[in-house]
């Protein structure tokens, strides 16, 4: 069975920073992964997948992440954190097999300080 | 294009009641798929629909059904409400059902539900 596990429900960044959000996922086959971002009171939106061809992901918003097999990590980042980047993020993973399911991990709440 | 509209955005219920909640995919979309997001269990996959047929179901009880029209809108209902329902039940629409990125999913805003 799939799992997806994000390390820390809550970072804070400064105005400025790095942003840097862990994923890592188990998957018995190559995986698509995603990472989503929800803001208060709305839905997903979706900032970048990975669909194997490229393991270096540009999304959205400055954001992007890498696909390391042999870590089986996805992990997320941003060079500059922005007040506007305060949101929850969800990486999840869909196994080719499994149609459109997505399996997500527990989500990491950004708060960006000015 | 019109996004994924989710009808009611917000519902009080009580327990023992039932509710039924509207999706409308994007325009071209016709699999949809429904989740559940509660502070406890996160986000957790209930069921899929493509051209009206379920293709694949999560790990809920059979309190929580759902059905597809033929212009790929669906319904989600939940019958005997526990106050564990209270929940965002987020819809999500694809141009299809698998292979490829073709089904990217697009969620709509979601439908809190709170279950008194």
């Known amino acids: 069975a799939q799992s997806v596990t994000q390390l820390g429900s809550h970072v804070s960044v400064s105005e400025g920073a790095l942003v840097l959000l862990r994923c890592n996922y188990s998957?018995?086959?190559?995986?698509?992964l995603f990472w989503y971002v929800q803001y208060p009171n709305q839905g997903l939106q979706l900032l970048l997948k990975y669909t194997s061809a490229a393991t270096l992901v540009k999304g959205i918003n400055g954001f992007e992440a890498e696909f390391k097999k042999s870590e089986t990590s996805f992990h997320l980042t941003k060079p500059s954190a922005h007040m506007s980047d305060a949101a929850e993020y969800f990486c999840?993973?869909?196994?080719?097999?499994?149609?459109?399911?997505?399996?997500f991990g527990g989500g990491t709440r950004v708060l960006v300080k000015p | 294009k019109a996004g994924v509209t989710q009808t009611p955005r917000y519902l009080i219920k009580t327990r023992g009641q039932q509710v039924t909640l509207s999706c409308s995919p994007i325009?071209?979309?016709?699999?949809v798929s429904w989740y559940q997001q509660t502070p406890g269990q996160g986000l957790q996959f209930l069921f899929e629909y493509f051209s009206e047929t379920q293709r694949n179901k999560g790990n809920f009880p059979g309190r929580f059904s759902g059905r597809q029209f033929s212009n790929s809108r669906s319904e989600m209902n939940v019958s005997t409400l526990e106050l564990g329902d209270s929940a965002l039940y987020l819809c999500a629409s694809s141009l299809a059902s698998a292979g490829g990125m073709a089904n990217e999913q697009f969620f709509g805003p979601g439908t809190r539900l709170t279950v008194l």
């Open positions: 998957s018995s086959v190559p995986p698509y």
């Open positions: 325009s071209g979309h016709r699999s």
């Open positions: 999840a993973v869909r196994d080719r097999a499994a149609g459109n399911k997505l399996t």
